[in-house]
């Protein structure tokens, strides 16, 4: 579809086919490439849908984004690319920040148990007046956001 890119999978390059010659190209700073499609019309791409699609020659499915498995938007390696429903990325956004330090446990000097944890790309918190089921919900919320990282191979 993108007679004028190349995508090298085993690194990540692009690399721009002209008369002139081939010379490797970059993204912008949207992380974006100045592409021309087959009719001619000329526009600009997502480096990881790019990628994602020349990789698997075929367009991105509506209602999907191409995904970094390693969160790294620089790594565009073809076996670091996933594609996931745009709804659920947003729950992986959530995951991967509690994975990585929003999920909290605290004890108030009140007695009572709270439990801080990103959710619909917010940080809620929960009161509890018990211990043990302030503890038991911090698990479950972690038990689910790692299994939904692992579902994505996502390595934080």
Partial sequence: EYN?????????????????????????????????????????????????EITNKRKLPEGYIVYAKDMNQENLKANNLGIIPRVEYKLLRDAIANVKGALKFSVQSSGKFYVKYREDNRIK??????????????QEILRANTMLLAKYHVST
């Fill in 4 to 52: 004028n890119i190349a995508y090298a999978p085993n690194s990540g390059s692009f690399w721009r086919l002209s008369p002139k010659g081939t010379y490797m190209t970059f993204p912008n700073f949207s992380n974006l490439i100045f592409v021309r499609k087959q009719n001619g019309k000329a526009t600009h791409k997502n480096t990881l849908v790019l990628a994602w």
């Fill in 125 to 138: 918190t929960k009161k509890f007046s018990c211990e043990e089921t302030a503890k038991e919900f911090k």
